[in-house]
């Protein structure tokens, strides 16, 4: 493998990683304060990816983003609000059933509003065309999602450490209870939550459409990944989610290079390993 | 025997008294009538949806029960159900079409394969529980998965693995053949009646009981000296082994194992059908086989968009109606009046609900 | 659920209903009507081709007033999902409830597979258009034809045609869809590049369906290649063009589909995308045939749009059906099937003759160039047809169907 390809993989790896981080973090948000496994993240991706290419029509590429992670996380609260919150006192199963049935119901509206054919889009003139790296030749707006998306994780990072809004929520992650024995509106925290993550997954949505186009069942094949990305990471670590979705990304993308038809497999095999090896996840505590 | 009976009537009682269960002896008395229905309705079915449709609505009623007995009975929800249908199929399949290999022994060995590979799988997955178990469980499903797809000179990949014989039903000096969509029918209904009797033989037996109070609480079954882990790995084995067996009948329904037999979306399905039908209860994954195949059937031809309404299903079912569609006739036949004033135990409390009433212990 | 009318709608629950309760469909004359099934993707990676396959069907069926050996023809359809479960299932389903007894479709070669199985065990008329070999190869049976051109034919016009206007371009990079299709299109790709000496300097297959094919087009130009030839279908042909222009390596490196659909494509990308793009196809609407001209007329008419290869597919495949019941004079299969055999005749592509040993139609295949923006005379007119032929046929030693059984 010579030195073009390797760092156009590793690259390459870097972009997916930080997708992956990106789902990573808004799902292990749910999943750490909420014990849901939200298996509409996938869909939410989706419609975050759809919902921008509507608005980036009416309002530019900029004014897209932003209908995505605003119409995503509204639908995020609401499914939380109206259908979660109920099954909280029930077992933790039905939520996931929820969530997928949510996800089945998403996606069909999605083809119903779009269309069920594959859609392409094309970044903004300004963040199109290649950048000549010496060592390989790269698609600008692929760097700066990656630089982008880096930044926004470290973001929610610091948020969930350094912030007032972040001790609540792991306060809450660690024993709601005493949380809302302390005078905390842990519900409406829980609302804000699961519209944090749910945004976050629609903004990677929305982000990713120039790269990877945009086809409903989009959110079907990321979510798969998302899930291994929390798992390894270790359920309910933020930092956990970030390490483990560069290492996924990482790793599908070399594979990719070296021996394509393994890439995926390798992913889950990664995933399993991880937890036989060490069941809390790279960075988890329980 | 005086010490097990002693030691199984203690577990009986710590776990709360049978109550919530179906007891066997109670069961027998009221099997009867509900048995009569299912022979009812496993003749009548080819005339109301076609014959292949119906076959379906049996195999997937046999997976469905297998589920039921991991989440229903012993409270592991199994996202990865595929794994064992599929890997039985191809197995089966492969078996058919290189070795000609009779019927009853491909149905033997995908039965054995799906135990086996549930045993393993099985294995690692039971150490843990919650989300970890779920997400195991579909992480090996995807890793079958995508070899299935990649190892495409063993599996077809994408395409599928065609080519597969209806191999004749070789009773002895007898070979009955089964090409047509009604005998095929005839022959998967009846061994789908073996398959149930045999379910209701597990599940009414002590083991089952010892499922059943793994699920209401886990902890107090192992203070009473249960080895939960190993109970829920027997579990996990017997539901892979009549999964399997599911897998083999779906190889030759349509002489093709397509891709999907091995996906997350079958596991999915199969889900589905459980807790539409209603689970904890035996008969709960057979109206929900039935419900899902011929509704996905009737709808999908007029109108693409069949999952949507499934999702809207699965969504109220969860929400309202977590008994599913036992819990409706049960409401409908309460509501109606009728003699049976005191709920019957087992039949009409929806195993998964109890989880509920239980969550303050 | 616009492609659906209100009195569709009604119609087809009506018959969906009563045929899945066990009732024959209502308003059927048994016995009279000649039901023809098409098979064709709405859900899935090919829903886009669903419906233009559909129109393609019913522009044939509307030629000859829905009638044909004075009975009347009923078109129902069903939706394969581009899944083999589902195709074969409702192919099962239809020959039970609607006494189905000429199938076409379905799109996807790996869903035709399937449904070859269905058809043998059935025996019904099976007609399908598509890439893979094995349906005039492996899996030939007495009752199954494919109207495509040989993939071993259609390669070779393809690699011989551009070896001839390019011939320093040896170094090949392939772009495979990794099932049936893509395997039928790769061999005879190498077989026929082995005679001009092309060098294969790399390969990679991805499932159908692929959306990140950056690792894939980073390989490619890592490989340095001439020619960039893309063995894929669907939506992944216009990510992989897409794609390779994102990376700098096109338009310096061709980008050659192989086995594509041609106009569908050409529309979906813009004048910078189709640079140096070529295209081989079973169906241009601009090959020079009476019946396509006549065809690509109406159907323009209709549709405002030029047919692409779906659409003149299946109307190629269901024209050719409907003749072959004239010729019979009935409506069976084993009588179709024997009108059809050693059959030669003028139609879609020209002139045709059905292989009675193997099934194979033989017939012309296109290579297309895309035009320059200033070298279109209309805004449909995407590109030269550089090449047709119908040679070489596929040699009936290396065929791999030895039997092609009995009816």
Redesign the interface.
């Known amino acids: 493998m ?1 030195t ?2 390797l760092a ?2 590793v690259l ?1 790896g870097m ?2 990683g930080m997708l992956y981080a990106l789902m990573g973090v808004g799902l292990s948000l749910i ?1 750490g304060l909420l ?1 849901i ?1 939200n298996f509409a993240h996938g869909v939410l991706y989706a419609l975050g990816a759809y919902v921008m290419i509507s608005g980036a029509k009416a309002f530019g590429f900029l004014g897209g983003l932003l209908a995505a992670i605003a119409a995503v996380a509204v639908i995020g609260a609401g499914i939380e609000y109206l ?1 979660v919150r ?2 909280y ?6 939520i ?3 969530s ?10 999605i ?2 509003v779009w269309g ?3 859609i ?1 889009f ?1 970044p903004p003139a300004l963040l ?1 065309g ?1 950048v000549d790296l010496g060592v ?4 600008k ?2 760097l700066v999602v990656m630089v982008f998306t880096a930044g926004l994780v470290l973001a929610c990072y610091l948020v969930v450490t350094r912030t007032r809004y972040g001790a609540i929520l792991r306060a809450g992650i660690e024993d709601k209870e005493t949380a809302a024995a302390l005078g905390i509106n842990i519900g409406r925290v829980f609302t804000l939550t699961f519209a944090a993550g749910t945004g976050l997954a629609g903004l990677g949505g929305a982000l990713m459409t120039p ?3 945009l ?1 409903p ?2 959110g079907i ?1 990321i979510l ?1 990944f998302a ?2 990305v929390v ?1 390894l990471g270790g ?1 309910g670590s933020l930092p956990g989610a970030i390490l483990a979705g560069l290492l996924v990304g990482t790793v599908q ?1 070399l594979m ?2 070296i021996w ?3 890439a ?2 390798s992913v ?2 990664l ?2 390993l991880g ?2 090896a060490r ?1 809390q996840g790279l960075l988890g505590q329980r | 025997m005086a010490e097990e009976d002693a030691g199984f009537a203690s577990g009986v009682r710590a776990c709360g008294g049978l109550g919530a269960f179906e007891a066997p002896s109670r069961s027998m008395k009221s099997a009867f009538p509900r048995l009569v229905l299912l022979l009812a309705a496993i003749v009548a079915l080819p005339l109301a949806v076609r014959p292949v449709v119906a076959s379906e609505i049996w195999i997937f009623a046999i997976a469905g029960m297998a589920l039921n007995l991991i989440f229903g009975y012993t409270g592991m929800l199994s996202f990865g159900q595929a794994t064992f249908f599929g890997l039985a199929a191809y197995t089966a399949g492969l078996m058919m079409i290189h070795w000609q290999a009779p019927l009853l022994v491909v149905l033997a060995a995908g039965t054995l394969v799906g135990a086996l590979a549930a045993a393993l799988i099985g294995y690692v997955c039971i150490q843990r529980v919650g989300t970890y178990f779920i997400m195991l469980t579909f992480g090996f499903n995807q890793m079958f998965f995508f070899i299935a797809y990649k190892w495409t000179v063993v599996t077809g990949g994408d395409d599928g693995l065609p080519g597969i014989p209806r191999p004749p039903l070789a009773l002895g000096p007898l070979a009955i053949r089964l090409d047509s969509s009604l005998r095929y029918y005839i022959f998967v209904a009846a061994v789908f009646l073996l398959a149930f009797c045999v379910m209701k033989r597990i599940v009414d037996s002590p083991l089952g009981v010892i499922f059943q109070s793994i699920r209401e609480n886990p902890v107090r079954a192992a203070a009473v000296g249960y080895d939960v882990k190993r109970y829920k790995w027997i579990a996990f084995t017997i539901a892979g082994a009549f999964t399997g067996f599911a897998g083999v009948l779906y190889s030759m329904m349509f002489g093709i194992v397509p891709l999907e037999s091995i996906s997350w979306i079958i596991s999915g399905d199969i889900v589905f059908m459980v807790l539409i039908g209603g689970i904890g209860n035996l008969y709960g994954p057979l109206l929900g086989a039935a419900a899902f195949k011929w509704l996905s059937e009737a709808i999908s031809v007029v109108w693409e968009r069949w999952p949507l309404i499934l999702g809207v299903a699965l969504v109220l079912v969860v929400l309202f109606l977590r008994g599913g569609l036992v819990e409706a006739f049960t409401r409908l036949r309460d509501a109606a009046g009728g003699p049976r004033a005191r709920r019957e135990p087992g039949a009409s409390v929806p195993v998964g609900i109890a989880a509920e009433t239980e969550a303050g212990s | 659920m616009n492609t659906i009318t209100r009195r569709h709608f009604l119609t087809t629950t009506v018959a969906a209903g009563t045929s899945l309760l066990g009732v024959p469909a209502l308003g059927t004359a048994q016995g009279k009507e000649i039901v023809m099934l098409g098979i064709w993707p709405f859900t899935g990676a090919f829903a886009d081709v669903g419906p233009l396959l559909d129109r393609g069907m019913k522009l044939a069926i509307e030629e000859w007033n829905n009638k044909v050996i004075g009975r009347p023809i009923k078109y129902i359809t069903r939706d394969d999902e581009t899944k083999a479960s589902s195709a074969t299932r409702r192919m099962e389903e239809a020959i039970d409830s609607e006494g189905v007894k000429i199938v076409i479709g379905p799109w996807s070669s790996g869903m035709a597979l399937a449904c070859t199985e269905v058809a043998k065990r059935r025996k019904v008329f099976y007609y399908f258009s598509g890439g893979t070999e094995d349906i005039a190869g492996k899996r030939c049976h007495r009752y199954g034809f494919n109207w495509a051109a040989s993939p071993y034919t259609a390669m070779h016009v393809v690699v011989d045609n551009y070896m001839k206007l390019n011939p320093t371009h040896k170094r090949w990079y392939l772009f495979v869809s990794d099932f049936a299709f893509g395997w039928s299109v790769e061999k005879y790709t190498r077989e026929a590049g082995a005679h001009h000496g092309i060098e294969f300097v790399g390969a990679d297959r991805m499932p159908l369906g692929t959306r990140e094919y950056s690792g894939f087009v980073s390989k490619a130009a890592a490989a340095k290649p001439d020619v960039l030839c893309l063995l894929n279908a669907g939506q992944d042909v216009i990510v992989s063009i897409r794609e390779a222009h994102n990376f700098g390596l096109a338009p310096k490196v061709t980008l050659l589909n192989s086995w594509g659909v041609g106009t569908e494509d050409f529309m979906q990308l813009d004048v910078k995308t189709r640079e140096n793009f070529w295209v081989g196809t079973n169906a241009y609407y601009g090959a020079n045939t009476p019946v396509a001209k006549k065809m690509a007329e109406t159907y323009q008419a209709k549709h405002n749009a030029p047919p692409g290869y779906a659409p003149c597919a299946a109307y190629g495949m269901t024209r050719l059906t409907l003749r072959a019941i004239e010729k019979a004079n009935s409506a069976e299969p084993g009588d179709i099937i024997r009108a059809l055999e050693n059959w030669e005749t003028q139609d879609w592509p020209g002139k045709v003759w059905v292989n009675p040993k193997t099934h194979q139609t033989v017939r012309d295949y296109f290579l297309l160039r895309c035009k320059k923006p200033d070298q279109m005379k209309h805004q449909f007119d995407f590109a030269d047809i550089v090449a047709v032929n119908s040679e070489p046929k596929m040699p009936d030693g290396i065929n791999e169907c030895k039997d092609i059984g009995q009816l």
Do not use: C, K
């Open positions: 010579n073009s390809l156009g993989a390459n972009v997916t999943l014990n496994p259908g109920r099954l006192r029930v077992h933790p199963d039905y996931l059933l929820l997928f049935g949510l996800s089945l119901i998403l996606t069909e509206a083809i119903l069920p054919v594959g392409t094309q199109a290649a390989t030749v790269y698609p707006y692929r790269v990877r186009g086809l069942t989009m094949d798969p899930f291994v798992v359920l993308s990719t290079a394509a038809p393994g995926d497999a889950f095999v995933m399993t937890i036989i069941p």
